[in-house]
């Protein structure tokens, strides 16, 4: 029987489809990661509880730029005193100016500016101030009390209270 005249072969179509199905597939991650300006790789918060009326506050979060980052904002509901933060690049630590403004029903935003961080390049930004209002009374009991919301998703969460010894809120 002699062969169709005319006809292309259907091989070739099919393999460009696939190939382009494949490809899709693979860059598909990485579509979805740049739906933020930065990735959060880990985001650690630490409370020294120095008196009722006194919490030292420390965060540190690791970031991966998707941008030219230069500004990380943080939202919190209680007070901001005293705060100082620094930029570490891996082989530079920089200064980081701190602006805390009264938002929204009483949340105060951190502003922190900072040095570039170029797209791709991850940097360990850690913020410290004193707070208060984290203690309440809880009958005879006090009790500490702290939420976090994130915007987007974070790879690893840490947190970590440090209660002094010698204190009535820890002997209960």
Same mark, same amino acid.
């Given at each position: 029987?002699?062969?169709?005249? &005319? ?5 070739? =179509? ?13 860059? !598909?991650? !990485? ?8 990735? @959060? &790789? ?5 409370? *020294? ?6 919490? =030292? *506050?420390?965060?540190? @979060? #690791? $970031? ?12 919190? #509901?209680?007070? $901001? ?5 620094? !930029? #570490? ?6 200064? @980081? ?12 935003? %951190? ?26 009374? &809880? ?9 976090? =919301?994130?915007?987007?998703? %974070? ?18």
């Amino acid at each position: 029987m002699p062969a169709p005249k &005319n006809q292309k072969p259907l091989g070739r =179509k099919s393999a460009v489809i696939g190939l382009f199905l494949i490809l899709t597939l693979l860059f !598909l991650p !990485l579509v979805g990661a740049q739906e933020y300006d930065y990735e @959060i &790789n880990a985001y650690a918060v630490y409370f *020294e509880v120095v008196s009722p009326d006194n919490i =030292k *506050e420390t965060i540190e @979060i #690791d $970031v991966t730029s998707y941008t030219n980052l230069t500004q990380y904002v943080i939202y919190t #509901d209680y007070p $901001v005193e005293n705060a100082s933060a620094v !930029l #570490d690049l891996g082989n530079t630590v920089e200064r @980081i100016n701190v602006t805390v403004r009264q938002v929204l029903g009483g949340t105060n935003a %951190v502003y922190m500016t900072f040095p570039m961080i170029r797209p791709g390049q991850s940097a360990r930004i850690n913020l410290a101030f004193t707070t208060r209002g984290m203690i309440s009374e &809880n009958g005879e009991k006090q009790q500490f009390t702290y939420y976090v =919301k994130f915007s987007q998703p %974070v790879g690893v969460f840490h947190m970590q209270l440090l209660v002094p010894k010698a204190t009535p809120y820890s002997r209960r």
